[in-house]
């Protein structure tokens, strides 16, 4: 994870607002970077009613983390773990910088800087297994959203009852994994987001 100074926040860029849990109206700052759309705060809302408000104890992953924002969510919302995957080492410190100043308790995230689709190579993780997975790559890429999903369907470490979110401008030409349906869906402009479950 980078190394940060406590209390430290990104000087410029955007903000974003933490709706629920403990951290609600928390606002923080991450840099303006091409391709990164925080999930709108409606949609947020939505997600998390599907989830029943409140995802205690639960072991989350953010890829292509952008903004950190649904990480932040659940970790505020009573998530025991959760991972961010953020390419970009500029977009990765501030999700650092930020969860300092929430000040989340160390053990209970990890920030990794690497690419989303190599980090999924990898055949496990060492902490146990993942129950909810933020998956929101580049907006309009549909062919890296189905081979992000593909990868982690088959993950070893996603836990059998596991729900997948997803969000993008083309899912409907998105093939779902064997063993997963659709168990909700919602639309917010142009962007379409729905949560995955295993049958």
């Known amino acids: 994870m980078p190394s940060t100074a406590k209390g430290r926040r990104p000087s410029r860029g955007e903000q974003v607002r933490i ?18 759309r925080p999930t709108p705060d409606r949609v947020r ?24 924002v649904l990480g932040f969510e659940a970790l505020s919302r009573g998530a025991a773990w959760v991972g961010f995957v953020e390419q970009s080492p500029r977009v990765a410190r501030a999700i650092a910088e930020n969860l300092e100043q929430l000040g989340a308790d160390h053990s209970r995230y990890v ?3 690497r690419d989303a689709l190599k980090w999924l190579d990898q055949p496990k993780l060492d902490d146990g297994s993942i129950d909810l997975v933020f998956l929101d790559p580049p907006f309009r890429q549909p062919a890296l959203l189905q081979n992000s999903l593909e990868r982690v369907a088959a993950a070893p470490w996603l836990a059998e009852g596991a729900r997948v979110f997803v969000e993008g401008a083309d899912l409907d030409a998105l093939r779902l994994p064997a063993g ?3 168990s909700r869906e919602t639309r917010a402009g142009e962007s379409r987001s729905v949560l995955l479950a295993r049958e």
């Open 45 to 68: 809302e939505t997600l998390f009613n599907w989830l029943g408000q409140t995802v205690t104890g639960w072991r989350a992953l953010d890829l292509f983390a952008g903004s950190g």
């Open 111 to 113: 920030v990794w800087t």
């Open 180 to 182: 997963f349906v659709v």
């Open 19 to 36: 709706i629920g849990g403990e951290w609600r109206s928390r606002r923080l700052r991450f840099p303006a970077a091409r391709d990164l």
